[in-house]
């Protein structure tokens, strides 16, 4: 019913800069909070970086400082900044929707299918 799909991944060089996209699409929804997550091989899914309905932002202690997460909402998207990246921060990263879907207001997560990001020389 609602369609989340990830976009900006790809190979930069330490030091460097990325953006990452994530559109929402499908049914109408009242968003609650707005995430990303990445996970690298081998190792569990983290959350990185969220964005409540309200605005609040959190991020977790490695990327505070260089990553930023924001929101259009007229668009139905949302954005990872992320400058001064390292080596550690390859993985895959996915966008993460917890919302309520109308008409019935039924609380649902959503799953964008991930993007790669490689940070390497």
């Known amino acids: 019913q609602v369609q989340l799909v990830e976009s900006g991944g790809g190979l930069v060089q330490p030091g460097g800069s990325l953006r990452l996209s994530c559109a929402a699409s499908?049914?109408?929804?009242?968003?609650?909070?707005m995430d990303w997550y990445r996970q690298a091989p081998g190792k569990q899914r983290e959350l990185v970086a969220t964005?409540?309905?309200?605005?609040?932002?959190n991020y977790v202690d490695s990327v505070k400082g260089r990553f930023t997460i924001s929101r259009d909402n007229a668009k139905n998207t949302m954005y990872l900044q992320m400058n001064s990246l390292k080596p550690d921060d390859t993985a895959v990263y996915y966008c993460?929707?917890?919302?309520?879907?109308?008409?019935?207001?039924?609380?649902?997560?959503?799953w964008g299918q991930g993007t790669l990001v490689t940070v390497s020389s």
């Open positions: 964005v409540t309905s309200g605005g609040y932002t």
């Open positions: 993460h929707l917890d919302c309520r879907v109308l008409p019935a207001f039924k609380r649902l997560e959503v």
């Open positions: 499908g049914s109408a929804f009242s968003p609650v909070a």
